[in-house]
């Protein structure tokens, strides 16, 4: 892959894309993650520094000098969107302009996730870029016949300026056409989540780690191996034309461990939407070498007694 933080000042970077279309392998599923807009940027970044295996991520703006802002990692892949509409220099809020700007960049985007099993199109919803762009960035993915995944990791606050949050809505209907699963973790969730006394950086912190957590497990499930593996056609099962899901994560220690993890991935407050009416799950339990069977049962317990889903639903358990 050439380094793009060399192509800012010129070109769409369509010579160095070709580059990144590498011959997948094919005993593995190839993964991307695009990052669109400020808040997309930042939830990539936080998946780089977690070290997350696997994935090929990408970001997405029409503000080149955003994508230039540290942090930079090795492993970001640059796309500006809209040269000729914006000229590098944003949407300044307007969401109209975000959509004419990643339409203008549709075949340089499809040369982005070429070669891809699965994309995740991450993004902040009421801005100008992200909250429309996200939309035309996953319908050219899954027009392609690569899982689409949308997870959107804020939308504004109640507090919010009243035209962000209309924009928000908008950018949130039109992302659910063009995915086939949508994760929506909404910013006044926070508000419950955390002490009154947490930093607002922090807060933020922990909305784009909610999106992290949301990839990282997924990607896990299919690229690290384990006791009782699945692979990406069981994934693609679960989520294939899914629509509204949510991915939750609860960690624990202690002597009921086990119980108390599962008891928090069921009951996370962070997400949209509850756990009724599941048409499948996918449930994933990782603990060192001391996991007893007896640990395993006491969680699946949780899961089958709480989790109120159809008796005919596609459900799917993995070990690491």
């Known amino acids: 892959m050439t380094n793009l933080r060399q192509d800012f000042s010129g070109g769409s970077f369509s010579e160095s894309l070709k580059d990144s279309n590498c011959v997948n392998n094919y005993n593995e599923a190839k993964i991307k993650v695009v990052g669109v807009g400020g808040g997309g940027s930042n939830a990539v970044n936080r998946m780089i520094e977690?070290?997350?295996?696997?994935?090929?991520?990408?970001?997405?703006?029409?503000?080149?000098q955003a994508m230039k802002m540290p942090p930079v990692f090795p492993e970001h892949r640059w796309l500006q969107i809209g040269e000729e509409l914006t000229r590098g220099l944003g949407a300044g809020g307007n969401p109209d302009i975000g959509m004419k700007a990643a339409k203008e960049t549709k075949k340089a985007i499809g040369d982005a996730v070429l070669g891809a099993d699965m994309v995740f199109?991450?993004?902040?919803?009421?801005?100008?870029?992200?909250?429309?762009?996200?939309?035309?960035?996953a319908g050219v993915a899954k027009s392609m016949g690569i899982l689409t995944v949308g997870i959107v990791t804020t939308t504004p606050f109640s507090f919010d300026e009243r035209r962000r949050a209309v924009q928000a809505k908008e950018g949130i209907a039109a992302l659910r056409e063009n995915v086939?699963?949508?994760?929506?973790?909404?910013?006044?969730?926070?508000l419950t989540a955390v002490s009154p006394s947490t930093p607002v950086t922090e807060a933020f912190n922990l909305a784009d780690d909610i999106l992290r957590q949301g990839v990282h497990g997924t990607s896990d499930i299919i690229t690290i191996p384990g006791l009782v593996n699945v692979d990406f056609a069981d994934v693609r099962?679960?989520?294939a034309n899914a629509g509204s899901s949510l991915m939750r994560i609860g960690t624990a220690t202690g002597k009921t461990?086990?119980?108390?993890?599962?008891?928090?991935?069921?009951?996370?407050?962070?997400?949209d939407i509850g756990i009724e009416r599941a048409t499948g799950t996918v449930w994933n339990i990782?603990?060192?070498?001391?996991?007893?069977?007896?640990?395993?049962?006491?969680?699946?317990?949780?899961?089958?007694?709480?989790?109120?889903?159809?008796?005919?639903?596609?459900?799917?358990?993995?070990l690491k």
């Open 50 to 64: 977690s070290a997350m295996k696997g994935v090929e991520f990408w970001i997405l703006n029409t503000d080149v």
């Open 121 to 137: 199109v991450t993004a902040g919803m009421g801005g100008g870029t992200s909250t429309s762009a996200a939309a035309v960035i």
């Open 180 to 190: 086939d699963t949508l994760i929506v973790s909404p910013n006044d969730k926070l």
């Open 237 to 239: 099962a679960i989520m």
């Open 257 to 271: 461990r086990s119980r108390d993890a599962a008891l928090k991935a069921i009951q996370s407050p962070l997400l």
């Open 286 to 318: 990782t603990g060192g070498s001391d996991l007893t069977l007896f640990e395993v049962n006491a969680a699946a317990e949780v899961i089958y007694d709480l989790v109120p889903v159809d008796p005919t639903a596609n459900l799917i358990f993995v």
